[in-house]
């Protein structure tokens, strides 16, 4: 434990570069802003959104230039992270295309796979996991670990930009998720990846004064995939990359909220007959609003979920449970504790969100009306108003 708190003492350039990257994503976002509104890059309202007028897109790319003035200074430390930034500058393009002309989903599955190859192919791979109480506890990937390293970096960049479906709600989650892999990398030593990670929570923190309810300009898939892009290589560089058993758990339990949102979309997607790649309104934000929530109330609600779950990645890193392979016993009650909160925590959310009345809607005979309400508009209480 004293040598984890002395870990983050000693690296003062994690906190410079969230300062620089919220001063430079702050003062970058306006200017990107007007450069969208000339190019014509801005979302109209109607479909599934949930806005009611224009609002200019390319905000990800005032998030990507933030982070990278943060690190400039770290990149010639680590080849690794000249490639990250590199497979982030053009997976920011390939969003950016998108926002403006849209593209086909397998166009941006297979950029978004030849992003994802940079970093790997510069040596950034999951090696392997470590199963606890099980002989030898190594399991190596050997040549799969590319391919596999290849599918998380995109799993999580795609699970990142569904989740950006309302104001506010992406640059917050990742801002919560950053700064939890920033304080989880340096307690392990890795003083490179909590730079980064601690550069993306401060972009995004500069951002949201922006992008807040009700926001002035999103992010689009130019902000959405670079976050999601970066959340996994700093998750695979930061803590996956350790011999820690509960390596694999961290992102995991961090980037659980978004998880869980993809999940349950695909999910009922897949079962409806429909295409993985459709839009609809089954996201979690949209069962909020359904259910009455305001913008604001329901992305607060989110936050609060992820940084419950944060704290608790957190704590199963920090707290002093063991000692030399002993179990200390109030340590391990209070995180005991904690994780049934957390568990309490993910249950109430999920039953706010409705996602528990199928087994009523089929004592019912109403299965057909719940999975119709994903289809349903928002009602228009709801809808962000014109200021």
Not at 216 to 238: E, K, N, P, T, Y
Not at 299 to 314: E, I, M, R
Request: proline share 5%; aromatic share 8%.
């Amino acid at each position: 434990m004293a040598d984890t708190l002395t870990r983050l003492d000693v690296s003062p350039s994690a906190l410079y570069a969230l300062v620089i990257a919220v001063v430079a994503t702050a003062a970058l976002t306006p200017m990107m802003m007007r450069v969208a509104w000339r190019l014509g890059v801005v979302d109209k309202p109607g479909g599934r959104r949930i806005h009611d007028r224009p609002i200019p897109l390319l905000g990800g790319v005032a998030i990507l230039l933030g982070i990278v003035a943060a690190v400039l200074p770290n990149l010639d430390v680590d080849e690794r992270y000249r490639l990250i930034v590199i497979g982030a500058a053009l997976i920011c393009l390939l969003g950016a295309v998108d926002d403006r002309v849209g593209l086909p989903p397998l166009v941006k599955l297979a950029g978004q796979i030849a992003c994802a190859a940079i970093p790997v192919a510069g040596g950034m791979t999951i090696d392997g996991i470590t199963v606890p109480f099980v002989e030898p506890s190594a399991v190596s990937f050997g040549l799969l670990a590319y391919p596999l390293t290849i599918v998380f970096i995109v799993a999580v960049t795609n699970v990142v930009n569904l989740a950006d479906g309302m104001d506010g709600l992406a640059a917050g989650v990742c801002a919560i998720s950053a700064l939890t892999f920033a304080i989880l990398a340096l307690s392990l030593g890795r003083i490179s990846a909590g730079v980064l990670a601690a550069a993306i929570c401060g972009a995004c923190l500069g951002f949201l004064p922006w992008n807040f309810n009700p926001a002035r300009v999103f992010m689009g898939d130019s902000g959405a995939l670079v976050l999601g892009f970066l959340l996994a290589c700093v998750s695979i560089q930061g803590v996956m990359k350790t011999a820690a058993a509960l390596a694999l758990v961290f992102p995991l339990v961090v980037l659980l909220v978004p998880i869980l949102d993809t999940g349950f979309v695909i999910l009922k997607r897949v079962r409806a007959g429909r295409s993985i790649a459709s839009a609809d309104r089954s996201h979690f934000h949209h069962r909020l609003l359904r259910v009455g929530y305001s913008q604001r109330q329901a992305c607060l609600l989110l936050y609060a979920w992820s940084g419950v779950l944060a704290a608790f990645a957190l704590a199963v890193r920090l707290f002093p449970y063991r000692t030399d392979g002993d179990w200390n016993l109030w340590p391990t009650v209070g995180l005991t504790l904690f994780g049934l909160g957390a568990l309490w925590v993910t249950w109430y959310v999920v039953t706010a969100l409705e996602l528990v009345k199928y087994r009523h809607l089929r004592r019912l005979g109403l299965a057909r009306a719940g999975a119709a309400a994903d289809d349903a508009p928002v009602p228009r209480p709801f809808a962000r108003r014109r200021t």
